[in-house]
């Protein structure tokens, strides 16, 4: 499957999920993604076209537009539940991580096992939302510098190699919970192309 690089139309029957995007561009308004610069909103978008382009019904592909509002907004799950129903705000509230939980690890391990037992309209979401953020990640690997000296792109320890192995661990569950899914195949892919990103020491173990 190609990268999606168009919104839901107004002709697409998606009267939810645009509903939720003009929602989605007024929360996320000024935000930036860390990989290039661009605004923040291209990635529930992006998010939302892959759900489209599987079939996904309105509502999900609605709540993968909002995944990242309870996160990263001042959003409530009240107010989802009040402007796009409680189907769809139960949806990103699985979706949404347990800030009272300290460390990356222990917090992104709670939010895995939440999402495997949501059933599938969660982890379709959970599935585009990490196909989307593996591609991501892919575009610091290729802006990486050259300078033999620079510390090396998904170096163990790093924010990028961190953000890769929670996005491995993603995939092994989705590919138990989810097996068919073209987003998880999709997602498997990414991610063995961010491999050939890894240093070559890393790879074979060495210290």
Not at 15 to 38: F, I, K
Not at 59 to 66: E, P, R, S
Not at 117 to 138: C, H, P
């Amino acid at each position: 499957m190609g990268r999606s690089q168009y919104a839901p139309s107004a002709g697409s029957g998606l009267h939810q999920t645009l509903a939720a995007l003009a929602y989605a561009v007024e929360q996320h308004a000024g935000q930036r993604r860390t990989a290039d610069g661009a605004p923040f909103i291209l990635h529930p978008i992006e998010v939302a076209t892959l759900l489209a382009d599987v079939g996904a019904p309105d509502d999900v592909v609605a709540a993968g537009v909002l995944h990242d509002t309870i996160e990263k907004t001042s959003s409530e799950p009240a107010d989802l539940d009040e402007r796009f129903g409680p189907r769809v705000a139960a949806l990103v509230v699985v979706l949404s991580e347990d800030p009272s939980i300290s460390g990356y690890g222990a917090r992104k391990a709670a939010l895995r096992d939440q999402v495997s037992q949501a059933g599938d309209e969660a982890l379709m979401v959970f599935a585009a939302d990490k196909l989307s953020k593996a591609r991501e990640l892919s575009l610091g690997g290729r802006g990486a510098p050259q300078d033999p000296g620079a510390p090396p792109f998904l170096r163990r320890g790093s924010k990028a190699y961190r953000k890769l192995t929670h996005y491995r661990h993603c995939a092994e569950m989705l590919e138990e919970r989810l097996p068919d899914s073209p987003l998880v195949r999709s997602l498997r892919d990414e991610l063995a192309q961010l491999a050939l990103l890894e240093p070559t020491q890393e790879l074979v173990g060495a210290p």
